[in-house]
């Protein structure tokens, strides 16, 4: 067993025994640290939500079977990270086994609104994280700005940027991002 899966093995038998912790919103292991982040606010939780309808209304005849699902762990032992996107495509059928978490092969596409507290994390860690596991599209939404971009191409070597209003290609979809709010 590599450093990094023994390491992640430690970080994730701790982070399985916390308590359910207040004014904590999502738990994720990057870098070999435990992160800790402030649950979402409404404005997020909207973009989530107006992408992942324009998404399920597309994957019936793209990918049948697949749905764009929050709030689900995503895991890579190998490089020990566990990443909690806010929004993922991965096929229906997953859902129902008992494993806690999905693997990186599983996932099309993950999408990630940018918190208000640590943007830095979507902006870099994340694309990191998500080019190593092989994730083939990551859609980053940004609020704060009224911007986003799409990463895809292996490794994240093409980078389309967008503002909100415009409609953009992700892979084989199309988001319309004129109903995004910015952050006030």
Request: aromatic residues 6%; hydrophobic residues 40%.
């Amino acid at each position: 067993m590599s450093t990094a899966s023994t390491d992640y093995a430690r970080l994730r038998e701790i982070l399985d025994g916390l308590p359910p912790l207040p004014g904590v919103g999502r738990t994720e292991i990057s870098e070999g640290a435990i992160r800790l982040t402030l649950p979402p606010v409404n404005r997020h939780e909207l973009a989530v939500l107006r992408i992942a309808r324009q998404l399920n209304a597309q994957l019936p005849s793209t990918h049948p079977g697949y749905v764009a699902h929050p709030g689900a762990d995503l895991e890579d032992v190998g490089l020990g990270r566990l990443r909690c996107p806010d929004l993922m495509v991965f096929a229906e059928e997953a859902l129902e086994r008992e494993q806690p978490s999905f693997l990186p092969h599983e996932v099309l596409l993950v999408v990630e609104v940018v918190s208000k507290s640590d943007p830095e994390n979507d902006h870099e860690a994340k694309v990191r994280d998500y080019a190593a596991m092989g994730i083939p599209l990551y859609l980053l939404v940004d609020p704060r700005k009224g911007t986003g971009i799409v990463h895809d191409e292996p490794g994240y070597a093409s980078r389309t940027h967008f503002a909100f209003g415009d409609t953009v290609a992700v892979g084989p979809w199309r988001v319309d991002t004129s109903g995004l709010l910015t952050y006030a």
